[in-house]
Structures are given as structure tokens and as C-alpha cells.
């Protein structure tokens, strides 16, 4: 489940300046036609420190950089991998009976903080997937543009299994913030163990994960009590291959092997692309609603401080205790000092777990866009999927 990165040794600076030295004594000889001699080897020395000092020094500089990005890489991939580790350990010790885990089943409903455990989890947000869809793609839907579903996947490594959610495009309200923390919500009180303590990974993008308002619902939990302490970590840019890039590739290669002819089929695909693989419809094609999605954003705006995390993107582990209410404690890399920053306006603010923010609506399809999808897929669609992916719109076509 995770991924092994070769690296090369760089430790020998010369190796540049010896490529540059043979690169003058190559040109010497064909210019000159005679054999180097060590005399001649001084002089081309003396040549390329006097005349390529300046990119000699500036390589120097790029490969102390280099170094020092791979020992945080290191350091953060090792980081990963230990705690994946540990709470695999811990698990066998809370819920393991005969040699077998005997763990609650997805969607149980666990109460908050009733299982003294430290539990790990990564999340992240996949390629979406058109459909309808056929391994044998007629040509002419090519060019088209089907009906899309996004994909949320939270994973924790030591059962192993990831809940995938699944959102089809009438229910997309976007990939920001208040998308992204909803399903992690609805992710805690379904699909969690209820444990006291948790870890989390995700990679840096800022506009879903690495914000402040992501910050602000981690912060929340722990004020509320659904948490007793939070960890979040964000894996080095460039180097965020990890679990959940696993299942959703078990996940695409089945959808590619597979006839989808709506959002029930994609559902049955990820249940059956592997054992590890859960799904969790955010919402149907008929108009039920499962994880309904809540302005965070502007929940948080009343009550954070605006610029308590300027600099956020510096700024790799996020530590929430609930002896520290309304303040998190700051890393830049996993072997870094940690300070404190104080997120809250009042620092008397006690939030209740039961009042949240108030519901985003997603749109509904635009006018043009259920015109397109019945006029152009529909009859692409099997029979029992054309009246629920391209139902025969309602309204008048916009002039």
C-alpha cells in the first residue's frame, strides 16, 4: 500500500565539476589533437573555476537543496509508514479475538470517543469517471462529454479498507472545502471506529485539504468532544502516492473492464473491485440525499481568526489536543520545532456537536445540460439507466 521511493546517492559534489572538467579536456582534443597532459589538466582547472565559478556555486546550491528535500521526503515517507504500523498494532490489540479482527461492519454507527484506540485515516479525491460507460466505447460518444461522478476516498491502511464516495454530478456542489470536510463528517459517524485519538494524512492541496477551514473542523472536534486529540499530516509535494491512490486504482481498473450504465453500476463496481473497497452513494439518481454537504466555510469565518495561519502552505503537521481548546500546534516537517498558534476569536467559544452549519443546496442540472445529456447520451444508455441518467427534461430550453 505504499509506495517505495529509490533514491540516488548525491552525496559527491565533485560528480559536476568532474563532468564539466571532461567536458573541456574532450574539446581540447579535438581541437588540438594531442594528449592531455597533467600541465594541461592545471590549466583547464584554472579555466573553469575562473569562468564557470558562478554555475559551479549555483549547482553547488541545487544539489544541497536536492539533499535536503530528500531527507524530508525521508522523513515524512517514514513517518507514514510507522504510524500505519502503530495502529495496525492497535487495532489487533482492541479488536482482535481467536487471531481474527473482528471489527464492525461499514456504516455502523459507532458512537464518538467509546473505543480507546489511536486510529489512522487518509482521504483524497480521485479522477472522475463518465457514465454511461463501455469497455467496447462506440466511437461517436468520444467526442461527447457523459454524465460525470466525482470520487472521495478515505482509507484506513490498517484494516485495510477505504469508504468511496461517490457524487454524481446533481449533487456536486464543488471540490472545495465544504465538500471535502461534509464527507469526512459523515465519514466519522458512519464509518468510524470511534476511537479517542486520530492521525490523518492528505496531500497539499490547498483548496481542498491544506486550509483554514479544514483546520477550523478538526479544531471543532476536538471543542465539541468527538475527539479527545487530532493529527493531520500532509505528505512533501511531489511524493503523495499513498493508500488511496491504491484502492482507486483497484477501483479503475474494474470500471474499465466494465459495462456502467448508471450510478448504481459504478457503486457495484467499487464494491467488487476488491475487498477494500466500500461504497457510499452522497445521493441517487431518484433524489435521496446520504451525505448532505455543510457551509463550513462560512461557519468558521464568524468564529476563527482570519490570518492565525498565514503561511499555511510551509506548514506540513497540525496537532489539536483538547487540554489546548481553540489552539494547534504547528510543524514544518516531521523533526521540526512545534509552535503554537491560536485559531479562535473567543477563547471561551464551546461548540455544541449537535448545531452545525447551515446546509449547502446543490444546483440542480443546468437546462442546456439535461438537453445535452438527452439528446446526445441517452442512447447510449442501456434501457433500465435511459430515464434515470438522461431523463426527458421538464423545463423549456433556455432561449
Known sequence: MDCVYGTKSIDNENNIFCSILKTRIKQQKQTKKKQMTMNHIHRTVCYILDLDITVFLYLLQVISLARDHLKIVSEERTAYRTICKTTRQNLKDQFE????????????????????????????????????????????????????CAIFGVCCEAIPRQVTYLIDESFNVGKGANSIISMIHHFFANHGLGETSVHLHA??????????????????????????????????????????????????????????????????????????????????????YFVPTYNWSEFFEEHTKKTALKGITQMQHFHFKVTSPGTVFVKSSNSGNERQIVLVKDSSWRPSPHCLPSRVVPDELSTDRQYYLFEKIRDFCPDYAKDLVCPQPTMARDS
Not at 473505543?115 to 468520444?142: C, I, L, N, R, W
Request: some cysteine; hydrophobic content about 35%; aromatic content about 10%.
Open 203 to 288: 496531500d497539499n492541496c490547498c483548496g481542498q485539504n491544506k486550509n483554514r477551514y479544514m483546520m477550523g473542523y478538526l479544531m471543532w472536534r476536538v471543542l465539541t468532544g468527538l475527539h479527545r486529540e487530532i493529527k493531520i499530516s500532509f505528505l512533501p509535494v511531489g511524493h503523495t502516492k499513498f493508500a488511496p491512490d491504491w484502492c482507486f486504482g483497484l477501483a479503475k481498473q474494474t470500471f474499465r473492464r466494465t459495462k456502467v450504465g448508471s450510478l448504481d453500476d459504478i457503486a457495484n463496481v467499487i464494491s467488487t473491485s476488491s475487498f477494500v473497497n466500500v461504497p457510499q452513494l452522497v445521493g441517487t439518481l431518484e433524489g435521496d
Open 97 to 148: 479475538v481467536d487471531g481474527t479482527l473482528q471489527l464492525p461492519a461499514p456504516g455502523s454507527m459507532i458512537p464518538p470517543m467509546s473505543t480507546e484506540v489511536k486510529m489512522h485515516y487518509s482521504f483524497d479525491m480521485a479522477q472522475q469517471v463518465h457514465y454511461p460507460s463501455d469497455p467496447f466505447q462506440p466511437g461517436p460518444v468520444y467526442f461527447l462529454t457523459p454524465r460525470k
